[in-house]
């Protein structure tokens, strides 16, 4: 079981657009995945899929109102969702050192779980950090995202996370920071390169996924090429601890 906080210290970099289309691409392969919403002072994922406002919100279950099982939806495509709420007010009372309670809890119910932190460094990003097992990094091609970048991945690292990898977003080809110089800055892989396409925009404005709008398009085809990478990843991991078990106990 995983969870993996998608962060950037960047806003706009399309983060939450990440978070959304590998959370339902991993769904797609088989996986049960929920998909946390933890920034909860400006949340998105609920506007970006339709449902700005739920009875039970993470929140909620922060203020220890409420069960985990109480605040997670269930998506039409079967993705599971934590929505936070849009309510500023709701934040009174908020424990943010119970979210690694609530992800260590749906750990045992979900293969995956994708954590969509905040931008930039504050405090609900570092609880997503901490509540989460590695960090996947996404950025773009331009020199502020990348040192942004760069600043997560120090922080996540210090904190004691893997960082699974990069995501390049928005890429045009025109005019940016070439792919092998910014591994060598990150010093991580780049684990797919999402390209500037309309039709991301489209499905916003159809309050959904494009992985699911636009199956076919070139950026739903990244998203799912990414979530084929991290099940790649999580098979490699789990196919070495069974050998180390088997050697344990010859």
């Given at each position: 079981?995983?969870?993996?906080?998608?962060?950037?210290?960047?806003?706009?970099?399309?983060?939450?657009?990440?978070?959304?289309?590998?959370?339902?691409?991993?769904?797609?392969?088989g996986?049960?995945?929920?998909?946390?919403?933890?920034?909860?002072?400006?949340?998105?994922?609920?506007?970006?899929?339709?449902?700005?406002?739920?009875?039970?919100?993470?929140?909620?279950?922060?203020?220890?109102?409420?069960?985990?099982?109480?605040?997670?939806?269930?998506?039409?495509?079967?993705?599971?969702?934590?929505?936070?709420?849009?309510?500023?007010?709701?934040?009174?009372?908020?424990?943010?050192?119970?979210?690694?309670?609530?992800?260590?809890?749906?750990?045992?119910?979900?293969?995956?779980?994708?954590?969509?932190?905040?931008?930039?460094?504050?405090q609900?990003?570092?609880?997503?950090?901490?509540?989460?097992?590695?960090c996947?990094?996404?950025?773009?091609?331009?020199?502020?995202?990348?040192?942004?970048?760069?600043?997560?991945?120090?922080?996540?690292?210090?904190?004691?996370?893997?960082?699974?990898?990069?995501?390049?977003?928005?890429?045009?080809?025109?005019?940016?920071?070439?792919?092998?110089e910014?591994?060598?800055?990150?010093?991580?892989?780049?684990?797919?390169?999402?390209?500037e396409?309309?039709?991301?925009?489209?499905?916003?404005?159809?309050?959904?996924?494009?992985?699911?709008?636009?199956?076919?398009?070139?950026?739903?085809?990244?998203?799912e090429?990414?979530?084929?990478?991290?099940?790649?990843?999580?098979?490699?991991?789990?196919?070495?601890?069974?050998?180390?078990?088997?050697?344990?106990?010859?």
């Amino acid at each position: 079981m995983r969870a993996i906080a998608i962060i950037s210290a960047k806003g706009g970099v399309g983060k939450t657009t990440t978070a959304i289309n590998l959370a339902f691409s991993l769904n797609k392969l088989g996986k049960k995945v929920t998909l946390v919403d933890a920034n909860l002072t400006t949340p998105d994922v609920g506007l970006y899929l339709g449902a700005p406002y739920v009875p039970i919100a993470l929140q909620d279950v922060l203020k220890g109102k409420s069960n985990v099982d109480d605040a997670v939806y269930r998506h039409h495509s079967g993705t599971n969702i934590m929505p936070s709420s849009i309510s500023l007010k709701e934040m009174g009372g908020v424990n943010l050192r119970r979210l690694s309670e609530i992800t260590g809890k749906l750990k045992k119910t979900n293969d995956l779980l994708i954590i969509d932190a905040p931008a930039g460094l504050g405090q609900e990003t570092l609880a997503a950090i901490e509540a989460a097992d590695e960090c996947l990094i996404v950025t773009n091609a331009e020199l502020p995202a990348i040192t942004g970048a760069l600043k997560a991945i120090h922080i996540a690292e210090s904190m004691g996370k893997k960082i699974s990898g990069i995501v390049l977003t928005k890429s045009s080809g025109k005019k940016e920071i070439a792919a092998d110089e910014i591994i060598s800055m990150l010093e991580h892989p780049i684990l797919s390169v999402v390209p500037e396409d309309s039709s991301v925009k489209e499905a916003t404005l159809l309050r959904e996924a494009v992985v699911e709008t636009h199956p076919k398009s070139n950026a739903a085809k990244s998203y799912e090429f990414l979530a084929e990478k991290i099940i790649a990843q999580q098979d490699i991991e789990k196919s070495f601890f069974e050998k180390l078990r088997s050697a344990l106990r010859l």
